[in-house]
């Protein structure tokens, strides 16, 4: 076992980051598109270490695809790939991750796509 084991422990972590900075975020959740960027702006200098909380949560999602390629990659060197039913569940997953980050932070036009730009 080396440390390319551990990028599944840092997904997890990765996740927990996500979702906990995404709750706080969403608090302060505005959805007219016209006090959008007031609501960034008030989440930045208004709310306690908002600025931190949006930092981590736009930062913790690059972090999380670097862990879950590194895991993949991990998978790929030392030939996991020869379980089909895991590699399959995985790949699975992987699509998954990849959809919902689409329709959720790459599609919207709205308030939720000001957060991490």
């Known amino acids: 076992i080396s440390s390319w084991w551990n990028f599944g422990s840092l997904l997890g972590l990765c996740l927990i980051i996500q979702i906990l900075t995404g709750?706080?975020?969403?608090m302060h959740y505005t959805s007219?598109?016209?006090t959008a960027f007031s609501s960034v702006a008030h989440i930045c200098r208004d709310v306690n270490y908002g600025w931190l909380i949006r930092y981590?949560?736009?930062n913790g999602a690059?972090?999380?695809f670097?862990?879950?390629?590194?895991?993949v990659g991990r998978?790929?060197?030392?030939?996991?790939?020869?379980m089909i039913e895991t590699w399959n569940m995985g790949i699975v997953l992987l699509f998954a991750v990849m959809a919902t980050a689409f329709m959720?932070?790459?599609l919207p036009w709205g308030q939720m796509s000001f957060w991490g730009a």
Do not use: R
């Not at 709750?23 to 969403?26: E, N, S, T």
């Not at 670097?66 to 895991?71: A, G, K, N, T």
């Not at 998978?75 to 020869?82: E, F, P």
């Open 66 to 71: 670097i862990c879950l390629f590194l895991h």
């Open 62 to 64: 690059s972090m999380f």
């Open 32 to 34: 007219d598109t016209a």
């Open 23 to 26: 709750l706080f975020l969403a």
């Open 75 to 82: 998978g790929v060197y030392y030939g996991s790939y020869n």
């Open 56 to 58: 981590m949560h736009a």
């Open 104 to 106: 959720g932070y790459v």
